[in-house]
C-alpha cells in the first residue's frame, strides 16, 4: 500500500501591489488570527512602513506591540521570542528585508504561532520561504521556519527600496538555473529525492526573470511586480520540496563560503549571481547557457564579476575550490576542484 506522505504549507494570501501595505489588516482578518499583533522590523523598515503597520490596527482597535532589531542574528531571535511571551502575542508580523522576515519566522516557529510577511524590499526568496537564514561567526546557518500564513508586498514600497537590493533578488532568482540542475545530479548520482514539480516551478521562474530581465528598469514600479511574482514563486517551490534544493546549489555553497572569507562583501543574491555564471559553466561547458545567465544579470545592473562584487580574484578562486566543504550537500562541485580548474572556470566565464 502506497503510505507516502507529505505537508505543503503554502501562504493562504499572497498580496501583491500599489498600495496593497494599507490592505494588512484585511489580509489579516481572513486568516482569522487572534490575539495581540508583534510587529518585528529593522530601523530602516520600520520608519518606511512599520509603522503604518502598527497605526492600522491601533486604528482599528487591537493592541500591537513592536520591537526593532538591529542585526540579525540568533540573539535577535530570542529577543522576539521574549518579547513576545512577555506581551503574550497572538502573531507576528515581519515588516522588512531579509533580516526582519528571518528573525520573525524563526521566532515564530519557536513560539508556533502565526507569521506574516511584510516584505520592504525584493532582495531575495525568503519573503514567502519556510527557511531562515541567520549569520554566526563565520558562518551562516539555513534552518527550517514557520512560512508565513500571508504575504503582503506592497510595489510602491519596493520601488522605493536600494535598487541594488532589487538586482539582488534577481540574482538569488537566476541563480535557480544552476540550483535546479545541481538538484537532478544529486539526484542522479546519490538518490537525493527530486520532486519534479518544485523543479520545474523553480527552473520557470528563473527563465522568466531572464526573459524579463531588459523590462527591468530601476524607478519601475512594474519591475517591482516581476521580481516578487518571482521571489514568491521560488519561495513556493521550496515550499513544496521541503527544502531549499529548488532555490540553493553550489552557486549558494559559494556565496556561503565567500561570507566567511570575506564578512559583509557583497550582497547574498549578487554573489549567488556571480556564482551562477560559474557553476552553469561547470554544468555544461562553453556551450551552456553560461552566458544567458551572465548577460540577464548585466542587463538589471548585477554583478557579473570578481571586481563588481568588490572581492579579490584569489578570494573567489579560494571559495571555489573550498565551498564543497560548507555542508553536506552534493552538487557539481562533487568533493572538491582544483585551483586549475577553478581558475579556468572563473576565467573563461569572465569573473576575474
Known amino acids: ?25 484585511e489580509a489579516v482578518s481572513e486568516l482569522h488570527l487572534t490575539g495581540r499583533p508583534l510587529v518585528v522590523s529593522s530601523p530602516t523598515p520600520h520608519d518606511v512602513a512599520g509603522k503604518r503597520v502598527v497605526e492600522q490596527f491601533e486604528d482599528e482597535g487591537y493592541d500591537p506591540s513592536e520591537i526593532v532589531i538591529d542585526e540579525a542574528s540568533f540573539d535577535a531571535v530570542q529577543q522576539v521570542i521574549d518579547h513576545a511571551s512577555e506581551i503574550d502575542a497572538g502573531f507576528l508580523l515581519g515588516v522588512g528585508g531579509g533580516k526582519a522576515i528571518d528573525i520573525t519566522k524563526m521566532a515564530a516557529d519557536d513560539l508556533g504561532l ?9 532582495s531575495h526568496d525568503g519573503i514567502v520561504s519556510g527557511r531562515g537564514s541567520v549569520p554566526e561567526g563565520d558562518t551562516r546557518h539555513s534552518v527550517a521556519a514557520e512560512p508565513p500564513l500571508a504575504v503582503i508586498a506592497d510595489t510602491e514600497v519596493l520601488a522605493e527600496a536600494p535598487w541594488r537590493l532589487t538586482t539582488a533578488g534577481c540574482a538569488d532568482i537566476i541563480s535557480n538555473y544552476t540550483a535546479v540542475r545541481d538538484w537532478q545530479l544529486a539526484h542522479r548520482l546519490k538518490n537525493v529525492h ?46 513544496i520540496a521541503d527544502s531549499s534544493r529548488p532555490a540553493s546549489g553550489a552557486e549558494h555553497l559559494f556565496s556561503h563560503q565567500l561570507d566567511r572569507l570575506v564578512p559583509d562583501g557583497a550582497l547574498h543574491g549578487h554573489q549567488v549571481g556571480v556564482g551562477s555564471i560559474m557553476t552553469e ?20 545592473g548585477a554583478p557579473t564579476t570578481a571586481d ?4 579579490d580574484d584569489e578570494t573567489v578562486i579560494e571559495a571555489l575550490t573550498s565551498a564543497h566543504q560548507i555542508r553536506d550537500r552534493y552538487t557539481v562541485l562533487g568533493d572538491g576542484m582544483s585551483e586549475e580548474a577553478a581558475i579556468e572556470a572563473a576565467t573563461v566565464t569572465g569573473v576575474i
Open 1 to 25: 500500500m502506497f503510505e507516502k506522505r507529505t505537508w505543503i504549507r503554502l501562504p493562504r494570501n499572497v498580496v501583491v501591489g500599489h498600495g496593497v501595505l494599507g490592505r494588512t489588516i
Open 114 to 122: 502565526g507569521f506574516v510577511s511584510v516584505p520592504t524590499a525584493a
Open 194 to 239: 527530486y520532486s519534479e514539480y518544485a523543479g520545474a516551478l523553480s527552473q520557470m521562474t528563473a527563465e522568466m526573470l531572464v526573459e524579463s530581465a531588459d523590462s527591468i528598469k530601476q524607478g519601475l514600479e512594474e519591475s517591482s511586480w516581476i521580481v516578487v511574482k518571482a521571489l514568491v514563486s521560488s519561495g513556493v517551490a521550496m515550499s
Open 281 to 300: 559553466y561547470l554544468h555544461s561547458g562553453q556551450k551552456g547557457k553560461w552566458k544567458d545567465a551572465r548577460d540577464a544579470l548585466a542587463a538589471i
Open 308 to 311: 563588481e562584487l568588490g572581492i
